[in-house]
């Protein structure tokens, strides 16, 4: 197999494994279904990932690395630092509301019992959240509190009110988004 090949049947496995887990959830999404719904043999996917866990292991950094880069898109680094949350809170918003999948299986992992919020980043541009989060601790802008309470205060609120939008539950309008964002603001600022 080709190289692009080979990278074309990888990436084909991991959208197969991310829209069926954002359909069926991870306990019915065995490895011979996700196969099938990729167009390969169960022996290519252990070609690739050494098993189901080291599967969703490689597409949750995907996704994460994705949903960072709608988050910090490049208009927001030019935005002042006061003015930069509700931006990167709305931007988490809008990459969720429009990407039903990724915020499904991204809901579903990061409320599983052996989830935990790593310090670590999974890419440059959540590196760049955590680094935020830290200047403005620095300048005394907001509470210290764990980063995974500062997470699920602002951007863990961001996502599951967008997967209320994309299921209609939750209709909102651009004044609605930044108010909202304002509130997820109030909550963990000094």
């Not at 994705?66 to 990459?95: H, K, T």
């Not at 990061?110 to 959540?126: A, F, G, Q, V, Y």
């Not at 009110?161 to 997820?184: H, K, M, S, W, Y």
Request: with cysteine; glycine share 4%.
């Amino acid at each position: 197999m080709q190289k692009s090949e080979k990278g074309e049947k990888r990436a084909a496995i991991l959208q197969a494994a991310l829209e069926l887990i954002g359909e069926q959830g991870f306990q019915n999404t065995p490895m011979s279904l996700i196969a099938k719904r990729a167009g390969a043999s169960a022996g290519i996917i252990y070609h690739y990932f050494a098993s189901k866990d080291d599967l969703i292991q490689a597409l949750y950094r995907q996704v994460k690395s994705d949903l960072s880069r709608a988050i910090f898109a490049a208009d927001v680094q030019q935005i002042p630092l006061a003015e930069r949350f509700p931006a990167l809170w709305i931007n988490m918003f809008r990459y969720c509301a429009t990407h039903p999948h990724e915020t499904a299986f991204l809901a579903q992992y990061e409320t599983s019992p052996t989830w935990e919020l790593h310090e670590e980043p999974t890419s440059d541009e959540e590196a760049a959240y955590y680094r935020l989060m830290e200047e403005y601790k620095a300048q005394g802008l907001i509470k210290d509190l764990p980063l995974a309470a500062l997470y699920e205060l602002t951007l863990g609120i961001a996502l599951k009110l967008a997967r209320q939008a994309f299921t209609g539950v939750l209709t909102v309008n651009d004044a609605t988004l930044t108010r909202i964002a304002e509130a997820c603001w109030d909550a963990i600022a000094r």
